[in-house]
């Protein structure tokens, strides 16, 4: 599987954009699907996941009730909706898929880097103040 990210850019806090991963190679639509991001100087953190099915989703606190993780399995790609953005959100922000199928995870999992088997490459946003 290889996981193309799109839709970073320059914006201003408060703002919105809607980032996608668009996954080629093979159906996505078994796996868990997550968006990490990696701030300047600072290790990949995870922000948000959704489950196979989607019918779990998973965010970190300080994302919650701002961003939305969503997946569209028949065009094969992963969105992250992010609302009322702030300078703190500036990051390289990365897709990863696991290779499993339909499998369930703990939440734990979900935040773990190792769990995931593809990366895309990253796309850059930036939050002005």
């Known amino acids: 599987v290889q996981l193309q990210a799109s839709g970073g850019g320059l914006v201003q806090a408060r703002d919105s954009l809607r980032l996608s991963c668009a996954a080629s190679g093979d159906t996505i639509s078994g796996n868990v699907m997550a968006w990490f991001r990696q701030a300047p100087g600072k290790e990949r953190e995870f922000v948000a996941a959704?489950?196979?099915?989607?019918?779990?989703?998973y965010y970190r606190d300080s994302v919650k009730g701002r961003f939305t993780i969503s997946r569209d399995s028949a065009k094969n790609i992963l969105y992250l909706q992010m609302n009322s953005l702030r300078p703190e959100d500036t990051a390289v922000y990365y897709c990863?898929?696991?290779?499993?199928?339909?499998?369930?995870?703990?939440?734990?999992?979900?935040?773990?880097?190792?769990?995931?088997?593809?990366w895309g490459q990253g796309t850059l946003v930036t939050v002005s103040s």
């Open positions: 990863a898929s696991d290779r499993s199928r339909r499998r369930t995870y703990t939440e734990a999992s979900y935040w773990t880097k190792g769990t995931y088997d593809y």
């Open positions: 959704i489950s196979w099915s989607g019918s779990m989703s």
